[in-house]
């Protein structure tokens, strides 16, 4: 049975046009970038935090190229026709596919703090006036982030527990405008105090 399969399947090429067509089929597009994309915004990671970010983006008519090494997550990508590079965000071969120089800004949502650090060295020495955005783990890797060239740092566990608190004081019945207030005090603060 297999061997009739591809006896027709290597008649089915001879077909104009269907040669291509299976020729797709066959190979897994490692990379879906268009041409001519620029003023993009790249995502890399496109786990929990990597998918809000580009869900934001996209719902504020960003084009966005997201940068990810899990075939689960591509199948999603290319389901939502959302373009990407596949492999490690911190390669320079991926990191040749991104338009890097053409793009406006670079968010790392990365889960390991070494690609996120090799990531952003490697972002600027292709693109240095890039904007940056990067995901820290820890305070000391904020401060790290910064020396290293990105814009801005974001500690998601402090930034969760921040909403939490917004949320709390909401419910308890505090004004909109304070509670905005003394969470940009706190966050002013931390990240200060952590660089100072």
């Known amino acids: ?4 399969a591809s006896t027709l399947i290597g008649g089915l090429k001879h077909i104009p046009g269907v040669r291509q067509w299976l020729d ?3 190979e897994p597009k490692l990379f879906s970038v268009p041409e001519n994309i620029a003023d993009h915004i790249i995502v890399a990671g496109y786990g929990r935090v990597g998918k809000v970010l ?6 504020r008519g960003y084009t966005v190229l997201v940068i990810e090494n899990s075939e689960a997550a591509i199948q999603r990508l290319r389901h939502r026709d959302i373009p990407f590079v596949y492999g490690d965000a911190d390669a320079e071969q991926v990191l040749a596919k991104t338009h890097l120089e053409t793009a406006k800004a670079l968010a790392i949502a990365l889960p390991d703090p070494i690609s996120t650090r090799l990531l952003l060295q490697r972002a600027l020495l292709r693109a240095s006036g890039l904007e940056i955005i990067a995901r820290s783990h820890t305070d000391q890797e904020i401060d ?5 060239g990105a814009r801005e740092v974001v500690q998601p566990e402090f930034e969760a527990a921040m909403e939490l608190g917004s949320h709390l004081l909401r419910t308890l019945g505090e004004e909109p405008h304070e509670i905005q207030l003394v969470l940009e005090a706190i966050r002013s603060d931390r ?3 952590i660089r100072g």
């Not at 049975?1 to 009739?4: A, G, L, Q």
């Not at 790290?144 to 290293?148: A, N, P, Y």
């Open 54 to 59: 580009v869900n934001i983006l996209l719902n």
């Open 144 to 148: 790290l982030l910064t020396q290293l």
């Open 24 to 26: 797709q089929l066959s």
């Open 1 to 4: 049975w297999i061997k009739s």
């Open 191 to 193: 990240y200060r105090s």
